[in-house]
């Protein structure tokens, strides 16, 4: 290892600097969207079946909603724009935005050139979660999905449930595409009720027991008109290991809620991002 110079103390002790101040981020109208889904009917539901994913479709100024059923269970949750799959949640930017993991009023924002939120969420019954003492919250977006490229470089396994593999059968299906072609459009997720943080001392990603319990869920306001796509892990409440089938796994229920006719008059789904795009040429 290198040795450290005179001033290393010096120059760690630096303060940070915030990447991205949220001070000037458009903020969702919170009480407008509350007001909204107190008036809103149930329009559709879906249940995710354990190590499967299905696509599920929000219209703009519609709600949904994400539960546990049966027992604790992490999803994986891709979003497209409905009308345009090249418009998709960008986990990275979400996380400079908003930080490692989301809770109420944080929202999932779009891949360039849109970069606007896709969804904002509205509710979430594991806020009072926190940070605890490893590390760890809920709701991250530091993952990726678990997949079956990793698993045949680390282990030599060919598993075919992961979540990565459920949303491209599942997208694939939905919208007759060739799997090739489906899965050139999934991307990183929203890990809902994971357990997820780095470890203090190496850096690593880690997981622990979710501590969601049935009836808990994750609620979003569609911003723009959405294709979703949830799997059910396979690690179930990612407690020990995903990538197999040694882990107790329960579905999740998607649940979607209309707001009442003119409940949302007064507002209009976000344009795309202003930048001209001309890159300085
Ligand atoms: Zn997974």
């Known amino acids: 290892m290198t040795q450290p110079p005179d001033d290393a103390e010096t120059r ?8 991205y101040p949220t001070a000037t981020l458009p903020r969702p109208d919170l009480p407008l969207y509350r007001a909204a889904r107190a008036g809103a009917m149930k329009v559709a539901e879906r249940l995710i079946p354990p190590r499967d994913a299905r696509c599920f ?9 994400i539960t546990s059923v049966q027992g604790p269970q992490v999803g994986d949750l891709n979003l497209w724009n409905a009308r345009d799959l090249s418009e998709r949640f ?15 009023g944080d929202r999932m924002w779009s891949t360039f050139p849109a970069l606007r939120p896709m969804a904002t969420i509205v509710a979430d019954t594991l806020d009072w979660y926190g940070i605890d003492s490893f590390g760890g919250a809920v709701h991250d977006v530091i ?8 698993g045949r470089l680390l282990s030599g396994t060919a598993y075919h449930n992961c979540c990565h593999s459920n949303l491209t ?12 072609e489906a899965e050139s459009h999934v991307h ?14 190496t850096g690593q990603y880690f997981m622990k027991a979710s501590p969601v319990r049935p009836g808990d869920y994750l609620e979003f306001f ?35 809620f209309a707001p009442a006719p003119g409940a949302l008059d007064s507002w209009t789904p976000p344009p795309v991002n202003g930048y001209d795009r001309s890159h300085g040429l």
Do not use: W
């Open 222 to 256: 569609a911003e723009i008109d959405l294709l979703g796509a949830l799997s059910a892990c396979p690690g179930g409440d990612c407690s020990a290991e995903h990538s197999s089938d040694a882990a107790a796994c329960h579905p999740l229920l998607v649940e979607v």
């Open 90 to 104: 960008y986990s990275g930017k979400t996380r400079a935005l908003h930080g490692t993991h989301l809770s109420t």
């Open 57 to 65: 479709e929000v219209a703009a100024g519609q709600f949904f909603r």
């Open 12 to 19: 760690r002790a630096v303060p940070p600097v915030i990447c």
């Open 143 to 150: 993952g990726t999905r678990c997949d079956p490229y990793t």
């Open 188 to 201: 990183d997720v929203l890990n809902v009720f994971m357990c997820t943080g780095f470890t203090r001392d």
């Open 169 to 180: 059968r599942a997208l694939a299906t939905l919208r007759g595409l060739p799997l090739a």
